[in-house]
């Protein structure tokens, strides 16, 4: 039977609402991926944008696509990169990274759009601790298909017979799907477990509607055929189930309670490192 799973809305202000589908009752993980945000779509007047002070993570990798907008992204390692529509960050926080998240200067002066998602991928077990990273993968370099009236743009993992660029640590299935009214596309099987969120317009599964801004988790091993009745935006993931239990906490993932008590403790006494350009910070929470 498919799970369709309402996300919690969190508003951050001017009208930026973040949606979150996972971590969720229905739906701890969905492969490796443990956090999935859909950011927007929201207008920013002209002199606002986004503001993510810098914060620390551990244990996990965060993957930021975008159908509309700008975020500059500055972290701990010394990287600074604007992410624009079609593009694809990966930060690998591994042992430790700290990161900021703004609009850019041009943007803000002018005001724009911003939509997009932003999930988080928990490593395996034995790449938690790696070196942190950040990795930038232009539009063009992603493969795609165009047929019919789907567009599909492989972020990260295999799909659809294309593999993407992006290095992953276990199976990932990562699609941005754009449909065409009336255009069809069967969802991938050959991953374990997959979801499917729809980030705007009216869509159906197998002949039934499905809302919006929801997310939806098929039964494992069918292969059910998204329609759309309307221009569609959504977002194919999934892949291999995680090798354990993982424990969340503010902005930290890990197999060990201990080891996110120690991240804790990290961010408190400045052992992250300092961002170059962004002397602002999140406090750690007091909960």
Do not use: C
């Not at 200067?105 to 938690?128: C, D, F, S, Y």
């Not at 009214?181 to 969802?187: F, I, K, Q, V």
């Not at 002949?207 to 098929?218: E, K, M, N, S, T």
């Amino acid at each position: 039977m498919t799970t369709i799973i309402e996300p919690r809305v969190h508003d951050l202000g001017d009208g930026f609402l973040v949606r979150r589908a996972v971590p969720s009752i229905q739906a701890r993980s969905v492969g490796p991926f443990v956090f999935v945000d859909h950011m927007g779509p929201v207008v920013f007047e002209g002199g606002r944008g986004m503001d993510v002070r810098p914060h620390p993570h551990i244990g996990l990798a965060t993957v930021t696509f975008l159908w509309s907008g700008a975020i500059n992204h500055r972290d701990t390692l010394g990287f600074e990169q604007v992410i624009r529509p079609g593009d694809v960050n990966w930060m690998t926080a591994g042992r430790g990274i700290a990161h900021s998240e703004r609009t850019p200067a041009a943007e803000r002066a002018a005001g724009h759009e911003a939509h997009g998602m932003q999930t988080w991928v928990a490593l395996p077990k034995a790449h938690e601790e790696t070196d942190p990273a950040f990795f930038h993968h232009p539009a063009a370099t992603l493969p795609q298909q165009q047929r019919e009236g789907v567009w599909l743009r492989v972020i990260a993992g295999r799909s659809y017979g294309e593999e993407s660029p992006v290095k992953v640590f276990a199976d990932t299935l990562n699609v941005a799907i754009d449909l065409a009214p009336g255009a069809e596309l069967a969802l991938d099987d050959h991953h374990v477990e997959r979801a499917l969120y729809i980030l705007e317009g009216e869509a159906q599964l197998d002949g039934a509607d499905v809302p919006a801004r929801h997310l939806i988790v098929p039964d494992r091993g069918t292969r059910p055929k998204l329609r759309a009745r309307s221009p569609v935006k959504a977002m194919l993931l999934g892949g291999e189930p995680l090798d354990g239990h993982r424990h969340l906490w503010w902005n930290f993932v890990s197999s060990s309670k201990d080891r996110i008590e120690q991240a804790k403790q990290d961010w408190l006494e400045g052992r992250f490192g300092r961002i170059e350009g962004d002397d602002e910070f999140i406090p750690l929470p007091q909960r």
